[in-house]
Structures are given as C-alpha cells and as structure tokens.
C-alpha cells in the first residue's frame, strides 16, 4: 500500500476517524445537541476573580506561560492560552474587570494585544483598553520573565494571579510571592515537574492538569469547534485504552500485536 508499514497506516486511520468524529460532532451541537463537561473549580474561582475587580478595583495578572509562538517548544500551550485569553478578557470587558497579561515571546504578546482589544471592541468599550496592561517581559528567557511576573504582583495593585501554559520550576518563585500576599490564585501546566509544586502553592482545587490546560477554552467559551474537539478526544483516548486492553490480552494468549508496527 504506498510502501506505507502498519504504523504509518495506523496513524492515517486514527487521523481519517478524528476528523469524522470531529464533524460528526460539530454538526451535532450546532443542531442543539448539549455536551456535558465535568466540572473544573479552576475555572470557576478564574471568573469570580475577574469580577470581584470591578468591586475592589484591583486588576488579575494572567500570564501565558514561557511557550512560543516562533519555533519555541509549547506552541500548543500558548495558542490555548490565547483562548482562554479571549474569554477572560470578555469577561474583563463586560463587567468592566481588570486584566494585565504578560508574555515572554514578541508574536505571543502582539496576538495577546490584539485579542484583549477586539474583545473590548466587541463590547463596546474600546477606548477602555489599556494596550499598556498587555506586557512583553522577556524574549524566551523564562528564569528573567518569571522575576518580572513577581515584581508585577508584589509591587501593584493585584488581587490574584493566572498562569496557564508551559512553565517550569521556576514557577515557585511566583507561588511563594502569591501566598505571602494572600492573592488568588488559578494555575496550570503540562510539565509534569511543575504540578506538584503548583498543588502545593495554589492547592489542587485551583490547579489544572496536563489535558485541562488544553480543555480549558472549551470550558470557558463553550465555542461548537471547541466542543467538537474535546468530545472528539474524549472518544478517541476510549477507544486508544479499549485497544491497548486487546493487545494485552492477546499477549496473554500468545499473541504478539506490537510485531506489526516494527515490521
């Protein structure tokens, strides 16, 4: 077939069903079909924080995370930060809430600007935004952003801290400035050497995990494309445990499954 092994074919068929399902789906709760979400507390305290601005006149810090946008390892990460980005600040922009976002990549912090504009636009509070609270720290140099990032919420008028993305250890130094000052926080990460320490700063009820990072917009914007795509996965990862299950099974029984993907 092609010269193509059963990996590559594999791989084809899984690509070919993700985006049938992915439509299927789509067309599906564009009809009115509702899909239930399990709750995410994060998520929940991340609006509230964004509202309770208006009442203290405080502003939330929202940081992207050390990905880029540029060739930079978390790419994914960013571009669903950018996501959640939109959401928070049309909160922001509706109940005239605070927002300052910072970013350690020139690309990221330029889209980051433009999306925190078009969202006051669409609520018609465009000369509200403040293009000076959407803030380029660093350029990739995460250790140099995330003092910056400490600096902000010790030093202005913050009443909690959102970082969402790919970010390291370094994220400690943020958390311990975070809790000194008692401020809300929501944290997530896919880097698994970060989430025992964003438990153990945030506490596990406003910390999202690897995949919730991902999930998030959905969550949030409750968007038919992004729906689609956490329903799809949601499918998808079952059937990936079903078939892992046979092939183990059918090692039990002699059968040695995995010969057909290095042949």
Known sequence: MLGLNAASVLAIIVLVLFVILYFLFWSQIERGR????RPLLPL???????????????????SLGNG????????????????????????AARTKG???????????????????????????RSTDYKPTETRLITQQENIAYIAGVGSIISEEKVSGSVIIGRIGPEYLLVGDI???????????????????????????EH??????????????????????????QDVLRGLIIIAILIGVVAATLGFNVGDLFIR
């Open 34 to 37: 509702r899909i239930n979400l």
């Open 44 to 62: 929940n305290r991340l609006r509230r924080m964004v509202q309770e601005t208006v009442e203290t006149g405080q502003k939330v810090h929202f």
């Open 68 to 91: 880029g946008l540029n060739g930079q390892a978390g790419t994914a990460e960013v571009l669903s930060g950018l996501d959640t980005l939109s959401s928070v600040q049309q909160v």
């Open 98 to 124: 605070q927002i300052i976002t910072t970013t350690n990549d020139s690309l990221t912090n330029l889209l980051a600007s433009d999306i925190s504009s078009d969202e006051f636009d669409r609520a018609g």
């Open 178 to 204: 975070a809790n000194r000052r008692n401020l809300s926080q929501v944290v997530g990460t896919t880097q698994v050497e970060t989430m025992p320490l964003m438990i153990a700063s945030a506490g596990l």
């Open 207 to 232: 910390t999202l995990l690897g995949e919730e990072v991902f999930a998030t917009p959905a969550y949030l914007n409750r968007q038919p494309s992004h729906l689609a795509s956490l329903r799809t």
